[in-house]
């Protein structure tokens, strides 16, 4: 178990560029999850994967955003046109199933220029 | 709404002293509870959960929560603190209502601890 790792750990941007992000869970993890953390906050939630398909999806998730998981396997999160607002740490966690404790990863530090 | 409201942004105890950090939830059905520590540019460690078992919840580093259902609360101590302790703590809920599935999560309290 190498838990979850995340990359790129920073990423620095200017704004209206397009960014992806790449997670992987904990291999044997059903449920993948992505929240957003700025300074200063606790994290919110933006989507979350059970296996490859997406069933949730918060109002902060614009329609700039947007989360795969295509094999059920690593999950990819993607912002087009970014905005000095999206400027955060992205964190992923994956869990073994619904209810059970989640596991983060270190995060990817956003910053838009 | 569902929230989670952690009382005082910081906390500052001596090394050796008791730590208390406040967690207070909203919730019309017990949720399960959780409590993360989170080192600088690092991501979330879980201490220690609640999930209907036991009201007193013991976690690693020797923190441990006790659930009090009537005051909505999930407070976490630990009874000396380290050095090493100083980080930020996360209280978060998962609701039955949302089908357990996402964590909302306090504001956080930063934890300083002095020689």
């Known amino acids: 178990d190498t838990g979850v790792s995340q990359n790129p750990r920073h990423k620095i941007t200017k704004r209206g560029q397009n960014v992806t992000f790449r997670c992987d869970p904990i291999?044997?993890?059903?449920?993948l999850y992505w929240y957003r953390q700025t300074l200063g906050q606790g994290p919110e939630f933006l989507t979350y994967?059970?296996?490859?398909?997406?069933?949730?999806k918060s109002r902060l998730l614009s329609d700039r955003f947007s989360a795969e998981r295509p094999k059920g396997s690593f999950s990819t999160l993607e912002i087009q046109r970014t905005e000095q607002g999206d400027s955060a740490m992205y964190l992923c966690?994956?869990?073994?199933?619904?209810?059970?404790?989640?596991?983060f990863g270190p995060g990817t530090r956003l910053t838009v220029t | 709404a569902q929230s989670v409201t952690q009382l005082g942004s910081h906390v500052s105890v001596s090394e050796g002293a008791l730590v208390l950090l406040r967690c207070n939830y909203s919730?019309?059905?017990?949720?399960?509870l959780f409590w993360y520590v989170q080192y600088p540019n690092q991501g979330l460690q879980l201490l220690l959960k609640?999930?209907?078992?036991?009201?007193l919840v013991k976690g690693i580093n020797g923190f441990e929560a006790e659930f009090k259902k009537s005051e909505t609360s999930f407070h976490l101590t630990k009874p000396s603190a380290h050095m090493s302790d100083a980080a930020e703590y996360f209280c978060?809920?998962?609701?039955?209502?949302?089908?357990?599935?996402?964590?909302?999560f306090g504001a956080g309290t930063r934890l300083a601890v002095h020689p």
């Open positions: 966690a994956s869990s073994w199933k619904q209810g059970y404790e989640q596991y």
């Open positions: 291999s044997e993890h059903n449920r």
């Open positions: 994967f059970q296996n490859e398909a997406q069933l949730e």
């Open positions: 919730s019309s059905v017990p949720p399960y």
């Open positions: 609640y999930t209907s078992a036991a009201t």
């Open positions: 978060a809920v998962s609701h039955p209502q949302g089908g357990y599935n996402k964590l909302i």
